[in-house]
């Protein structure tokens, strides 16, 4: 089975501060592509940073990093510098480009709340 | 370059009665994916569109059904509404071309159905 797994429900952080979301997979296959997206409470669901994973370095976007592990099947987010505007959920996710299908599997999502 | 619009933006509907909503995709986008989003199920997958052609459906019962126009504009539609039908429903864009999967995907601002 092709599982997301974020085992974070909530997270909190001051403004300013760096902050890890976690977030593991299950899957057989080799060639997929990463994900996180961020539903801030207006529900756009945005797409913050990609990784694919035949790469071995990780993907930055800004102030948002990831940290891939492949073998252990991770996929960590870091923000850094968090600021007011990064109050949202997170969602983890993955697809399968070889099943020639437009489906995401997605994470049940980490809400992340940024404090002043 | 615009991104991807739904309609409408809200909706109020009766038990039993059918909805059509509406996505547009980013220009140049061929491919369009549908996902479900409640408090208790998260992000599902309904289906994905390529070419005015279903390329696959996720574990929704057959009052789900879609299409996909020329222009690759599709429309969802839900006939006789049931009380658990009530969720935001997004869709979802990306590139696709001939025997190639879906990488990333870009989302609307999704449609919030109520059922009452």
């Known amino acids: 089975a092709q599982t997301v797994t974020q085992s974070q429900p909530e997270m909190s952080v001051q403004e300013a501060e760096t902050v890890t979301l976690s977030c593991t997979y299950d899957t057989s296959e080799n060639n997929y592509y990463l994900f996180w997206y961020k539903q801030p409470p207006s529900r756009q669901m945005i797409l913050v940073i990609r990784q694919e994973a035949y790469k071995q370095q990780n993907a930055t976007e800004n102030r948002f990093s990831v940290n891939f592990q492949k073998a252990a099947k991770s996929f960590s987010l870091k923000i850094s510098d968090s600021q007011l505007g990064d109050t949202a959920m997170y969602f983890c996710?993955?697809?399968?480009?070889?099943?020639?299908?437009?489906?995401?599997?997605f994470g049940q999502g980490t809400t992340l709340q940024v404090k002043p | 370059k615009a991104g991807v619009t739904q309609t409408p933006r809200y909706l109020i509907k009766t038990r039993g009665q059918q909805v059509t909503l509406s996505c547009s995709p980013i220009?140049?986008?061929?491919?369009v994916s549908w996902y479900q989003q409640t408090p208790g199920q998260g992000l599902q997958f309904l289906f994905e569109?390529?070419?005015?052609?279903?390329?696959n459906k996720g574990n929704f019962p057959g009052r789900f059904s879609g299409r996909q126009f020329s222009n690759s504009r599709s429309e969802m539609n839900v006939s006789t509404l049931e009380l658990g039908d009530s969720a935001l429903y997004l869709c979802?864009?990306?590139?696709?071309?001939?025997?190639?999967?879906?990488?990333?995907?870009?989302f609307g601002p999704g449609t919030r159905l109520t059922v009452t």
């Open positions: 569109y390529f070419s005015e052609t279903q390329r």
């Open positions: 979802a864009s990306s590139r696709r071309s001939v025997g190639q999967g879906v990488s990333e995907q870009y």
């Open positions: 996710a993955f697809i399968f480009p070889s099943s020639n299908t437009g489906k995401l599997i």
């Open positions: 220009s140049g986008h061929r491919s």
